[in-house]
């Protein structure tokens, strides 16, 4: 199979206007601060447009789904709807987008992936054959047909990956500090870190909710799957910081202060 191009960031973002409005429909959403109403996965939000857009995109967090505006699909809605499906959309659907939504969930993983693995090309210059592989393959799976992927094993494809982005982090934390600290995993909600020196630090899935970061200098700590809703970040150094998402970002609270990969950008709810 011939290598595809290197994958770009601006793929690997939302384009809702190229969707069929697929998270608004494929997800379940529960009650709670995130969300006003209650929803099951296949069913479509009642904010959801003929159009597929969003009738209160405008004042989702005033209209009681603040949620909406923290998940990110990487750019998977419109690669599901233009290119898997050719702008077909899941009304069309005999099975009223049953098999659309499970690709979706697929390929939303995938291009999460790429978006890992693009950033640890840019990190890791003596792993560039390694992770250039990895991107590539993991690309052309995005690129398979609604069967090849529905009946992909993309749990155990993910394990693959995290190995070269484990490997990823350990260079470039290395290159910070001797002793690069772990608390991968920890529970720190609530936690008063603020100016905390977390240079170097493996923050991998750590639970941050609620933490005080003002301040603190995350320079180059590996922040992959770490929790930050509500987050306070105001004043924190994020610029170096690895393995960031928007997401994450859109979840927490910073100001102008904020230093952010060039990467991201500053949600528009922050001040």
Same mark, same amino acid.
């Given at each position: 199979?011939?290598?595809?191009?290197?994958?770009?960031?601006?793929?690997?973002?939302?384009?809702?206007?190229?969707?069929?409005?697929?998270?608004?429909?494929?997800?379940?959403?529960?009650?709670?601060?995130?969300f006003a109403i209650d929803?099951?996965?296949?069913?479509?939000?009642?904010?959801?447009?003929?159009?597929?857009?969003?009738?209160?995109?405008?004042?989702?967090?005033?209209?009681?789904?603040?949620?909406?505006?923290?998940?990110?699909?990487?750019?998977?809605?419109?690669?599901?709807?233009?290119?898997?499906?050719?702008?077909?959309?899941?009304?069309?659907?005999?099975?009223?987008?049953?098999?659309?939504?499970?690709?979706?969930?697929?390929?939303?993983?995938?291009?999460?992936?790429?978006?890992?693995?693009?950033?640890?090309?840019?990190?890791?210059?003596?792993?560039?054959?390694?992770?250039?592989?990895?991107?590539?393959?993991?690309?052309?799976?995005?690129?398979?047909?609604?069967?090849?992927?529905?009946?992909l094993d993309v749990l155990?494809?993910?394990?693959?990956?995290?190995?070269?982005?484990?490997?990823?982090?350990?260079?470039?934390?290395?290159?910070?500090?001797?002793?690069?600290?772990?608390?991968?995993?920890?529970? *720190?909600?609530? !936690? $008063? =870190?603020? #100016? %905390?020196? @977390? +240079?170097? &630090?493996?923050?991998?899935? /750590?639970?941050?909710?609620?933490?005080?970061?003002?301040?603190?200098? *995350?320079?180059? !700590? $590996? =922040?992959? #799957? %770490?929790? @930050? +809703?509500? &987050?306070?970040?105001?004043? /924190?150094?994020?610029?170096?910081?690895?393995?960031?998402?928007?997401?994450?970002?859109? !979840?927490?609270?910073?100001? %102008?202060?904020?230093?952010?990969?060039?990467?991201?950008?500053?949600?528009?709810?922050?001040?």
């Open positions: 199979m011939a290598p595809s191009q290197p994958v770009r960031r601006l793929d690997l973002r939302a384009d809702c206007a190229q969707c069929a409005g697929l998270c608004c429909v494929a997800l379940a959403i529960t009650a709670s601060a995130d929803k099951p996965a296949g069913e479509p939000c009642p904010n959801l447009r003929h159009d597929f857009r969003c009738g209160i995109h405008a004042r989702l967090r005033d209209g009681g789904f603040p949620g909406c505006t923290v998940y990110d699909c990487f750019g998977a809605g419109q690669k599901v709807t233009q290119v898997t499906y050719g702008g077909r959309d899941w009304r069309q659907a005999a099975d009223s987008g049953a098999q659309m939504f499970e690709v979706f969930s697929v390929v939303r993983l995938l291009h999460e992936l790429l978006w890992y693995l693009t950033e640890a090309l840019e990190l890791a210059p003596s792993l560039h054959g390694e992770l250039t592989r990895a991107l590539d393959d993991t690309e052309q799976l995005t690129l398979g047909s609604p069967e090849s992927l529905t009946a155990a494809h993910r394990s693959r990956i995290n190995d070269l982005l484990l490997q990823t982090s350990e260079l470039v934390r290395a290159g910070v500090s001797p002793t690069p600290m772990s608390r991968r995993g920890s529970d *720190l909600s609530g !936690a $008063d =870190l603020r #100016g %905390a020196d @977390l +240079r170097g &630090t493996d923050l991998r899935s /750590a639970y941050l909710t609620g933490a005080d970061l003002r301040q603190a200098d *995350l320079t180059t !700590a $590996d =922040l992959i #799957g %770490a929790e @930050l +809703r509500d &987050t306070d970040l105001r004043g /924190a150094h994020l610029a170096r910081s690895i393995f960031l998402t928007q997401m994450q970002l859109n !979840a927490a609270r910073g100001d %102008a202060t904020t230093t952010l990969p060039p990467r991201l950008t500053r949600p528009p709810h922050w001040p």
